[in-house]
């Protein structure tokens, strides 16, 4: 039977409008490539024609082994500053934009291969990806979505049946990757690094077009360009903090302008509460521990200003202060977000002075007594619903104290406590990325070729705020012997 190929309507302002941002170029041949995963529900929200994309047509697609018909495939440029040293060039080393589509809900969406060869940018690096990597992405990808949290996200995951050398040799693969946009604070960075306002200026304004079309309308759009990406960030922090999420490489190059989460390597979800927690192995100064990460996100905000100096104002000086009262407003930004996050999982629909505290007393008990941070707000709302005993056993004696302020608060909501342990429920997930579950799922794909524990873990994170009949082990911290989790870079 012959298949259609897959058709895109690729509409690539990209390509066609920021021409010196990147290197037209193509994928390696993969050998022997299989489809491991599809989201199909993705490829329906994007127009495309799930059957067939995931027809051999469609895989060759996925692939890089067919170019599909409009598609202008693309290397992207970018610098960053890593661990805090910069580098003027990174850009896609292992990444190829095929274009952009308009969703069906008309939002703009990037369409990119990741792992698909070498490109320009590659430096010593092979240009490909590891089944393991590739299958974290995926599934950290979705279960931030099913979270509700803005993310870049997966659409495919393809095998290629060639074997990449990492500290072993490892099965290849590909993951199609769905953005709104990939456009990251090291692209401003790239270009100001090199003295080419002119490129920061259109860039910007490309940004801006896409992202924050208001900010055209505001007094100084460059100066609302940071504002507005500003507040997406400060919303993302607080909702990456609010589930417990470590990105593990808060780069300037892995920071979107979209505010959308990008670039899943060594993240993590932490279990027991601890602000300072690490899972990457190559953090060794604890860079972006979980507490870090609102500041980090400001400093790589302070990167960002940074490249819009000469945009900003003719006057130097002026443009650096109006850019650093900028950077400097987002703490107070960040706050009111990350209590917009948190007050719902404490049943909080109003907002009082008190909160901050209420909530920081409940987080210095699990850190005190070293609990689970998704379990004890998930026994929170049970003990709304009227069964304590669960958040008792959690927080033990001296949580009482804290149970008689919080319950003193809720006497100021207006809601019945059965309206608010059903809203607490669904804000706070039954079902988070359990480390062990996630190492579980990608050992037997790479090393016994099974998937079926990766699918069965992506199932029951696509519905994470619902008790699922699976297995309670979906549900578990790690056993309190088990030796500290690591995570190492998805390269
Ligand atoms: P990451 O740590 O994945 O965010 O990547 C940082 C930079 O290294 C980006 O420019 C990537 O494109 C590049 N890179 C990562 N892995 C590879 C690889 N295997 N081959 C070529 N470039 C890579
Ligand atoms: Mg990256």
Redesign the pocket.
Same mark, same amino acid.
């Given at each position: 039977m012959t298949q259609a190929a897959p058709r895109f309507d690729f509409d690539n302002t990209y390509a066609a409008q920021l021409e010196g941002f990147y290197t037209p170029w193509q994928a390696d041949e993969a050998p022997a490539p299989k489809l491991m995963q599809f989201n199909e529900a993705l490829a329906v929200e994007l127009g495309l024609d799930p059957m067939a994309l995931a027809s051999e047509a469609g895989l060759a697609v996925l692939a890089g082994n067919a170019v599909p018909e409009g598609a202008t495939p693309l290397a992207q440029a970018?610098a960053g500053h890593?661990f805090g040293g910069f580098s003027p060039q990174?850009?896609?080393?292992?990444?190829l934009m095929l274009g952009e589509v308009i969703d069906t809900n008309g939002r703009r969406r990037d369409i990119q291969l990741k792992g698909s060869g070498?490109t320009p940018?590659?430096?010593g %690096?092979?240009?490909?990806?590891a089944v393991g990597p590739v299958l974290r992405e995926y599934l950290i990808g979705e279960a931030m979505y099913a979270l509700g949290i803005p993310t870049t996200r997966a659409l495919a995951a393809v095998s290629t049946g060639e074997p990449v050398m990492r500290e072993t040799m490892l099965p290849g693969a590909i993951l199609t990757r769905v953005a709104a946009s990939h456009i990251r604070v090291g692209t401003f960075q790239f270009f100001a690094s090199r003295g080419e306002n002119d490129k920061v200026r259109q860039l910007a304004d490309y940004a801006i077009a896409r992202h924050y079309p208001d900010a055209a309308r505001a007094a100084n759009p460059y100066l609302a360009l940071l504002e507005a990406v500003s507040e997406a960030q400060a919303s993302l922090i607080a909702k990456w903090m609010s589930v417990g999420f470590i990105h593990g490489?808060m780069?300037t190059?892995?920071m979107t302008i979209s505010g959308e989460t990008i670039?899943y %390597?060594p993240c993590a979800f932490m279990d027991r509460y601890a602000a300072d927690t690490v899972f990457s192995s190559i953090d060794q100064t604890a860079r972006y521990a979980y507490a870090n990460q609102p500041a980090i996100a400001q400093w790589n905000l302070a990167r960002l200003a940074e490249t819009l100096i000469t945009l900003v104002d003719a006057d130097t000086d002026k443009a650096i202060e109006i850019l650093t009262d900028s950077v400097n407003a987002f703490p107070a930004l960040y706050g009111a977000k990350w209590l917009e996050a948190m007050r719902p999982k404490l049943g909080l629909a109003a907002a009082e002075d008190g909160d901050f505290d209420l909530i920081t007393g409940l987080l210095s008990l699990m850190e005190a007594q070293g609990r689970d941070f998704t379990l004890t707000f998930r026994h929170l709302a049970a003990a709304q619903g009227g069964d304590v005993t669960a958040f008792q056993a959690q927080v033990g004696g001296e949580g009482s104290a804290w149970l008689g302020a919080w319950r003193e608060r809720l006497e100021r909501e207006d809601a019945t406590a059965e309206v608010r342990a059903a809203a607490m429920l669904a804000v706070n997930p039954h079902y988070i990325p359990r480390n062990q579950k996630v190492e579980e799922a990608l050992n037997a794909a790479v090393y016994q070729d099974d998937l079926s524990p990766f699918k069965a873990l992506l199932a029951v994170l696509s519905d994470p705020f619902t008790a699922q009949d699976v297995d309670d082990s979906y549900a578990q911290p790690a056993p309190l012997d088990a030796a500290p989790y690591r995570t190492f870079?998805?390269?």
């Open positions: 970018y890593q990174l850009g896609d080393g292992r990444a070498r940018f590659s430096r %690096g092979d240009g490909k990806a490489v780069n190059d892995n670039d %390597g870079c998805g390269t």
